[in-house]
């Protein structure tokens, strides 16, 4: 397999010269509208990691973001950190709280899972709005500028390619293949030895630090933070739909899905704000009905693109 | 034999409601040995093996595996005691390559290694050409035959064969049969559900009996199929008939 890292090498170098590329020249307002495309891929991507792999839909996904965007700001604000500090103590609340969630919530059935991180969303949500002492409520925190929208871009765009880079590695890994196996029978996998709610618990906390690192990330770029814009249900949907779309347990469906679904957003339906949940509501459905598998899944099953784990 | 079976039941019940599929069933498992369990259809064969496994927990009773307590354990870590098993409805992964099915089912050693062990086992049962295709795509025959290979992938101690030549044509039966041979001189125990007692009564030193959830005879095949309980339920009122 060693010969064959070079193609990923040096489409990683690539990702990297590209994003440093745009950071450099881009106009604010395409910093802002790159921001969004790699928040979509670093979501998309992690939401990926757990649920296109394994199977296990999680509805509640955008509870990492969250957390991640509260953990940075309050460290920023309350505790004085810089932004470097404070974004790896977003990663490393995201993952605890993926490691907490995980191991009581990953030992239900797919659908219980899926309603079980919609609650617990929601319930982190509703705590953060009710804890006015430490969160300051409703009404939010103001961050101080720390970070420039090109250093915000910047960092997301790596945290991106670096969760591009990392579902690569479980991709080709027997772990991924493990966790592939539980998606397809978490039953007959466990009796071929696989220890199912180990490797979903330890997917679950790969998956939650990418998620982490966006919501500070985010939090950097408007330095304002609030419950409402923290922890949208709209934003898990966005991950189900983009991964869905580009085909989740791949690498780059995800990303695919998120490139598509973000252009559309950015430069077609984002004129349109009210309809724009109608639009993922008929996208879902149109998904469902003709591409269940994602557009990547379908290409190879045509043999348009290799079959491959690396793709 | 004195020494201890590499697996004992003892008094083990399972009930799906009001139904007593195990009824105070044991049986013990000499190490290195092939013993038939046989029955007819609903006797609780399958149940049998899901409790020994770890598919689910027995109601009571002990299941001991290598010295050690099994029951209610997880079947992973049953599985990496050194007890796997196949399914009589089969469970290979469809959206896997057959190569991919092997390795998920690998022991842990270097990469190499497990890839060379692989395909030599599918190439054993015939399948080394169709090691980079989609089992989903496979016939039914070789889907049986991938669970089988994949059953000794991690070199188990003891296996659970749940039918496994049903629907695998006569030539890959011999063949699957013969591994079965090979693989217990190598060291591996197997316990195997198959319904052709021309089979059983060739291939194994020992059979066990289940009827209604309960163990009705066991000892040597010849003995066995004297038994007049076993020609009864088992073999029912067509051996009556023909003894006539
Ligand atoms: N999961 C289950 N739930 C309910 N009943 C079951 C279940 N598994 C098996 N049974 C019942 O238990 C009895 C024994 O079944 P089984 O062990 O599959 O028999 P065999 O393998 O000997 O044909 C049957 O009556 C069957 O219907
Ligand atoms: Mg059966």
């Not at chain 2, 089969?90 to 092997?102: D, K, P, S, Y």
């Amino acid at each position: 397999m060693k010969e064959s890292l070079l193609p990923a090498a040096l489409a990683v170098l690539a990702g990297l010269a590209a994003l440093l590329a745009y950071a450099a020249l881009a106009s604010p307002y395409l910093i802002a509208a790159g921001f969004t495309i790699v928040l979509f891929v670093t979501l998309s991507a992690s939401w990926n990691l757990v649920s296109g792999y394994t199977g296990y839909v999680s509805f509640g996904h955008v509870v990492f973001f969250g957390i991640g965007a509260y953990t940075a700001s309050l460290l920023a604000v309350k505790g004085g950190l810089g932004w470097p500090a404070a974004t790896l103590g977003a990663a490393s609340a995201a993952a605890v709280l993926a490691l907490v969630l995980g191991s009581i919530t990953l030992r239900l059935k797919g659908a219980y899972f899926a309603i079980a991180m919609l609650g617990a969303s929601e319930a982190v949500r509703v705590a953060a709005s009710t804890w006015e002492s430490l969160t300051g409520g409703g009404s939010g925190i103001t961050l101080p500028n720390l970070l420039s929208p090109r250093g915000a871009f910047l960092l997301l765009g790596i945290t991106a390619l670096g969760t591009i880079v990392l579902t690569y590695a479980v991709a080709q890994s027997r772990f991924g293949l493990h966790l592939l196996a539980i998606r397809e029978d978490e039953t007959g996998a466990e009796a071929m030895g696989v220890a199912a709610t180990r490797a979903k618990t330890a997917a679950f906390v790969l998956s939650a630090v990418p998620a982490g690192i966006a919501g500070a990330a985010n939090a950097w770029h408007i330095n304002y933070i609030d419950p409402e814009s923290t922890f949208p249900i709209l934003l898990t949907i966005q991950m189900i739909v983009m991964t869905m779309l580009g085909g989740g347990g791949t690498v780059l469906g995800p990303v695919v899905g998120a490139l598509l679904l973000g252009l559309a957003g950015e430069f077609l339906w984002a004129r349109f704000p009210f309809i724009h949940l109608g639009l993922y509501g008929l996208l879902i459905v149109g998904i469902v009905i003709f591409i269940p598998e994602g557009l990547l899944p379908r290409l190879m099953a045509r043999g348009i693109l290799p079959r491959t784990r690396r793709l | 034999m004195t020494e201890p079976g590499i697996l004992q039941v003892r008094h083990v019940f399972k009930a799906f409601g009001g139904l007593q599929a195990l009824s105070d069933v044991s049986f013990s498992v000499p190490r290195r040995g092939i013993v038939g369990l046989i029955g007819p259809n609903g006797s609780g064969k399958t149940t049998l093996f899901n409790a020994v496994s770890g598919l689910f927990p027995p109601d009571r009773g002990e299941i001991v595996l290598d010295g050690r307590p099994i029951a209610g354990r997880p079947a992973w870590t049953v599985a990496r005691r050194g007890l796997v098993r196949t399914f009589q409805v089969i469970r290979v992964f469809g959206q896997m390559t057959a190569l991919e099915n092997m390795l998920v089912a690998a022991p842990g050693l270097d990469a190499r290694a497990e890839k060379e062990r692989a395909l030599a086992l599918l190439d054993r049962v015939g399948l080394s050409r169709h090691a980079r295709e989609y089992a989903a795509d496979f016939s039914y025959g070789m889907t049986k035959l991938l669970e089988f290979a994949r059953v000794l992938m991690p070199g188990p101690s003891l296996v659970l064969l749940d039918e496994p030549a049903a629907g695998v044509n006569p030539r890959m039966r011999e063949t699957l049969w013969s591994i079965v041979r090979e693989s217990r001189e190598a060291g591996t125990t197997f316990v195997i559900i198959e319904h052709d007692m021309n089979v059983m009564m060739t291939l194994c030193e020992r059979l066990t009996v289940l009827n209604y959830g309960e163990v009705i005879a066991e000892g040597p095949p010849e003995e066995v199929r004297r038994n007049k309980d076993v020609v009864e339920a088992y073999f029912g009122k067509t051996a009556e008939r023909a003894e006539r």
